[in-house]
């Protein structure tokens, strides 16, 4: 089981969400966001915020750092790591089983992924077996389109889209290319812009914590 922080808005949580985060980052990145969301008072929601492992990054010349997976090629779309994904995606899923075995519903847990995890929370939630309440993908793209189940319990689940109109780590056109691909698809999705780079403002987390409050 992947080491995580843990946050809860409210004694006996009946939601949960995932939270992913980006590559050289760790769990507490996202962790102090939460009062940013603005949820609705009675909102009683687990947030686990896990750690990747650790690994060398070949476009980092081999530098070892927290990771999903490793980027051998600039443009992040080509050769994605695959073998990577898939592992950590299934030890993203056993931190989604392990909700699930505490009492939360499949369908009232949410993932979220910044950058890196936002492909992570893509991949292992539209594969999961189990319907999910959705799916937000923040500064981040869609490398593994080609191994979506089309027919997944998860297949046209809901999506959120979030991106930086002048993000230099993730062009916008990666981000807008997944948009468009669900949106094809028949997912319900959304799609957000913000004037700033690869980051996150508070426009976006109230768009978000609106979004996670429809999902709910």
Known sequence: MLDSIIRETAEKPNAAII????LGADGYDFADVIPELDLPQKSAVRFIFPHAPIMPITVNGGYEMRAWYDISDLHLDRNPDIKNIEGNSKSVAELVDAEIEKGISSERILLIGFSQGGVM????????????????????????ADTMPKD????????????????????????????EFFKANGNPVERHTYPMM???CIEELVALGKWIANAF
């Open 152 to 179: 997944g319990i998860n297949a046209k689940i809901p999506i959120f889209f979030g991106h930086g109109n002048h993000d230099n780590v993730v062009p916008p056109a990666l981000g807008e290319k997944a948009f």
């Open 121 to 144: 929370a893509l991949h292992t939630a539209i594969h999961y077996p189990k319907k999910l309440a959705g799916i937000a993908s923040l500064s981040s793209y869609f490398p593994t």
């Open 19 to 22: 939270w992913l985060h980006g």
């Open 198 to 200: 690869h980051s996150v």
